[in-house]
T-cell receptor
């Protein structure tokens, strides 16, 4: 069974540009999460999808970030326009059951560098 | 707010035992997770505790005391491949709140 995959693995962009990150969850997992780790800090929650619906987006930093999950399969996270402080590693995770205690399986992350 | 503390670094010898402590003060609690992360790779699930006590899984064990807001991950018979970052995370609703991670270095 394939794990969570993310694309690209690395992205280097200029301040003010737009970047779109993609996450493909484990097949059959209705729950999809985005997290972010900025330099020297802990991994922090951004948002949670159940199928195509946003269940919780309380961790999204500001309105320059837009997440979508059309059709309830893969998800994209767009940053527009990117700022220097957006640099970090963006992780995606998925889980099968809606229970609070279900294990979340993580992808390898996308390392974003904004110059 | 969420406050999850774990040591930054630990070093141990191959074959030895290492215990990574994690203390937490969080606004909610649905369980305590431990993940292992090798550099540049995905965090991988190691263990989950929701009730007090010890959960054993091969060379890895995890302990939880909810009244003390305390957990530890015990790694036995250390191998070189155990060199990695170990992340303590508290589940709250659907979210995980992470500590900053403990980098464990295993020396020959």
């Amino acid at each position: 069974e394939a794990g969570v995959t993310q694309f690209p693995s690395h992205s280097v962009i200029e301040k003010g540009q737009t970047v779109t990150l993609r996450c493909d969850p484990i097949s059959g997992h209705d729950n999809l999460y985005w997290y972010r780790r900025v330099m020297g800090k802990e991994i922090k929650f951004l948002l949670h999808f159940v199928k195509e619906s946003k269940q919780d987006e309380s961790g999204m930093p500001n309105n320059r970030f837009l997440a979508e999950r059309t059709g309830g399969t893969y998800s994209t996270l767009k940053v527009q326009p990117a700022e220097l402080e957006d640099s970090g590693v963006y992780f995606c995770a998925s889980s099968q059951d809606p229970g609070y205690t279900d294990t979340q399986y993580f992808g390898p992350g996308t390392r974003l560098t904004v110059l | 707010g969420q406050n999850i503390d774990q040591p930054t670094e630990m070093t141990a010898t191959e074959g030895a035992i290492v215990q990574i402590n994690c203390t937490y003060q969080t606004s909610g609690f649905n369980g305590l997770f431990w993940y292992q992360q090798h550099a540049g790779e995905a965090p991988t699930f190691l263990s989950y505790n929701v009730l007090d006590g010890l959960e054993e899984k091969g060379r890895f064990s995890s302990f939880l005391s909810r009244s003390k807001g305390y957990s530890y991950l015990l790694l036995k018979e250390l191998q070189m491949k155990d060199s990695a970052s170990y992340l303590c995370a508290v589940g709250n609703d659907y979210k995980l709140s992470f500590g900053a991670g403990t980098t464990v270095t295993v020396r020959a």
